[in-house]
């Protein structure tokens, strides 16, 4: 921690004044970037901004570290531990960046625009504004999937925001409280310590571990009098939880949840949703409801309304439900000069923090090369203007441009899958262990996580995620609301 303290206080020495960047220059194309997501942040942080003059429009002004998100909602982690304002990213730049705090509402591939609006409570004098861009990276993430079944959003917590997560807390702490109340009938104390998770994928299962532990390290110890009644139903549609991991490791966290005593309701979709309770219908077609205190909705994500309304103006090229659709380079398909990355395309790949970061990391390396490129052919307009050019000269630009006009295409490299499953055990799907590894004890909680440590993005985050976890180790975890 001392170590990461001393790092941080380096690195923030060094940081660029606003003062030094260089200003916008007219001159130099414009790149609009959508969101501040993996994909958005791990592009901003690669760029090299020399050549462009970059505007970031997010309707939130930070990164968040959606991995340790689970980890907010029972107060494991400090919510501010796992975010990072952008401006922190952007003020390193050679050139100024400008960041907008704003929700994007509409983009216009014909006439090249962006149209933005600030969305917060308070609100200026400035409406809806619209911008030209020469680049847009599209990088907008996607919302929650519902599937549109009733009672979900008004009465189900998810699991994506920052906000989520502080929801999650107080809800949770609302139904211990509410539970332990004086002469709480019994049928409600049950009703409110029953917490249920819908949805199998790697964001149920990590909450559910989560929970458990908050149940084992702190709820006996502070509320002794309910902390029996707790129960944790997780229900998923399909045969078993996380489809995406091998057998062993979906037979491991199943055996590992029997001996938390967190239910597992498989081949079971959740129909209806009402404040109260859940209604279930199992693989016999039998539907029955099961009352809840705190339901939490981890059922996967779908397009956001302005992808969907982006797609619709150009119906030839975006054919795909699921996102939008991009070429090698991940430039969208039908457009010029607008490339995707993140969860909002319909990839090969799987929806991953992991995907959209080295997304963003090709994204940059090809824009320095666009940068690059722009900057030769000036150079060789010059030379060729210029009366005194030598032969070599132009030749010699002329070879470093063609270098820079090459671009090869977009390649995922997987470096493996973690999820925290509780009680101090994670799994890990890691191509050098031939995709199997499972792991409990202190061990696999080292390596889940010196994982996630190593892959926080700034000394700032690393040395308040030890901290929190060194706070927690010693006092346990705080359970005011
Ligand atoms: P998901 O799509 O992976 O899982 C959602 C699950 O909900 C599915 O198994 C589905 O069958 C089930 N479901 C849908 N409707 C249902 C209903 N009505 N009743 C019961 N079950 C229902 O969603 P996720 O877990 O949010 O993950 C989204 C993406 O993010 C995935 O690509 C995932 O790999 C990735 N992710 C990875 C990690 C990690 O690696 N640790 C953590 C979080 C998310």
Known sequence: VLGS????????????????????DPAKPTVVVLGSGWGATSFLKNL????????????????????????????????????????????????????????????????????????????GAAGSVTIPYDYLVY??????????????TEHAC???ELSDADKIRTKLLDCIETAAFKDQPEAEVDRLMHMIVVGGGPTGVEYAGELHDFLIDDL?????????????????????????????????????????????????????VTDKSVIVQDANKETREIPYGLLVWATGNTSRQITRN????????QTQRRGLLVDDYLCMLGTQGIYALGDCTATQYAPTAQVASQEGIYLAQMFSKIGQKNKLERQLAELRASPNAVAEEVEAVVKKLNRASKQTPFHYSHQ?????????????????FNGNFASGGGAAMLFWRSAYISTLYSVRNRTLVMADWAKVKLFGRDVSR
Not at 17 to 24: R, S
Not at 139 to 152: M, Y
Not at 416 to 432: R, T
């Open 158 to 160: 998810f699991l994506k």
């Open 139 to 152: 990088a907008v993430g996607c919302e929650n999937q519902t599937f549109g079944i009733k009672g979900v």
């Open 220 to 272: 006996k110890k502070w509320y002794p009098e309910v902390a029996d009644r707790l129960r944790i139903t997780l229900i998923e549609a399909l045969p078993n939880v996380l489809p995406a991991f091998s057998k062993q490791l979906i037979q491991y966290t199943e055996s590992t949840f029997k001996e938390n005593k967190i239910d597992v309701l498989t081949r079971t979709m959740v129909k209806d």
């Open 310 to 317: 982006l797609m619709t103006k150009l119906p030839a090229a």
């Open 416 to 432: 493996g899958s973690l999820a925290y499953i509780g009680s101090e055990k994670a799994i890990a799907d890691l191509p050098f």
């Open 48 to 123: 090299d901004t020399e050549e462009f003059n970059v505007v970031v429009v997010s309707p939130r002004n930070y990164f968040l570290f959606t991995p340790l998100l689970p980890s907010v909602t029972v107060g494991t982690l400090e919510p501010r531990s796992i975010i990072q304002p952008t401006r922190y990213i952007t003020r390193h730049k050679k050139r100024r960046v400008a960041v907008y705090e704003a929700e994007a509402q509409d983009v216009d591939p014909i006439k090249k625009t962006v149209t933005f609006q600030d969305l917060s409570d308070i609100r």
């Open 5 to 24: 303290t001393g790092a941080f206080l380096y690195v923030t020495r060094q940081a660029t004044h606003p003062g030094d960047q260089l200003p916008d």
